[in-house]
């Protein structure tokens, strides 16, 4: 079993900057992608970005794409994102999760979340 924790939530101006941090302990794994997902109130989790720890290949939502960047540092078993020219629209509880490159329904794993709010 893994566990993920995320950390670095807060409330930042339209405009500004954040950078997330997932941390990864117990059964971690370096063929699963780690995924960053979000969850704004009344509405349905949805992706934000993917890094596979075996290629470093990323993949980004068309909302977030140009704007956010996600990355991993394999010593310390942990998966950034930084966050720029963030809008309100970007407000929501942020989660870290683990599954399969390309079935983003198959992520689970989820940490206890992260709340980004961006003030206009």
């Known amino acids: 079993q893994v566990q993920l924790a995320e950390s670095g939530g807060g409330l930042v101006q339209a405009g500004g900057s954040l950078r997330l941090s997932c941390a990864a302990s117990g059964r971690t794994s370096r063929s699963h992608t780690m995924g960053w997902f979000r969850q704004a109130p009344g509405k349905a989790r949805d992706f934000v970005a993917a890094f596979s720890w075996s290629t470093g290949t990323t993949y980004y939502a068309a909302s977030v794409k140009g704007r956010f960047i996600i990355s991993g540092d394999n010593a310390l078993n942990t998966v950034y994102l930084q966050m720029n020219s963030l809008k309100p629209e970007d407000t929501a509880i942020y989660y870290c999760?683990?599954?399969?490159?390309?079935?983003?329904?198959?992520?689970?794993?989820w940490g206890q979340g992260t709340q980004v709010t961006v003030s206009s």
């Open positions: 999760g683990r599954g399969w490159w390309g079935s983003w329904s198959s992520f689970g794993s």
